[in-house]
């Protein structure tokens, strides 16, 4: 299943050339510890959860996997929004930003035996120093055989 999350960034990386970063999530938004530094707009992947549940318990063991799927966003908001600033049209740059990502994203299938991905919550949540988050999680199942 981690194969999907390389293709994806990959798919990403070709629909929003305007990222500056694409990466596979391993807390760089989340952590104040020595790191290269993150750029913005940036998109992160990670698939936190795989359920598997056993088709064939008997060789070729087959199973079914259904994992989550989450994708951040993250944009560093220089520009002051408040109504009336003159700049509350960078609201709506980043709003189109993440719903670009998420018409990249949304129904991607990547192999004939992977179902295609399908969004199932979004969230956005600032960080401290300006960097506001859109997070999308999406559900996607695969067949496994050994």
């Not at 993150?38 to 940036?42: G, I, K």
């Not at 990249?104 to 129904?107: D, L, N, P, R, Y």
């Given at each position: 299943m981690e194969s999907m999350k390389l293709a994806l960034m990959q798919r990403i990386r070709a629909e929003l050339p305007e990222l500056a970063l694409v990466d596979?999530?391993?807390g760089q938004l989340?952590?104040?510890e020595d790191q290269y530094p993150?750029?913005?707009?940036?998109v992160l992947v990670s698939i936190p959860k795989t359920e598997w549940t056993t088709q064939s318990a008997v060789r070729p063991i087959r199973q079914r996997g259904t994992a989550t799927l989450n994708v951040k966003l993250a944009i560093d908001c220089y520009d002051d929004t408040h109504i009336g600033s003159s700049t509350e049209e960078k609201v709506l740059e980043r709003e189109a930003m993440n719903d670009h990502l998420f018409r990249?994203?949304?129904?991607y299938k990547h192999r004939r035996e992977t179902s295609a991905l399908a969004?199932?919550?979004?969230?956005?949540?600032?960080l401290g120093g300006g960097v506001?988050?859109?997070m999308t999680s999406f559900q996607y199942s695969e067949m496994m055989t050994e």
């Open positions: 596979e999530d391993y989340e952590t104040d993150v750029v913005f707009p940036c990249a994203v949304q129904g969004r199932t919550e979004s969230t956005e949540y600032p506001k988050v859109y």
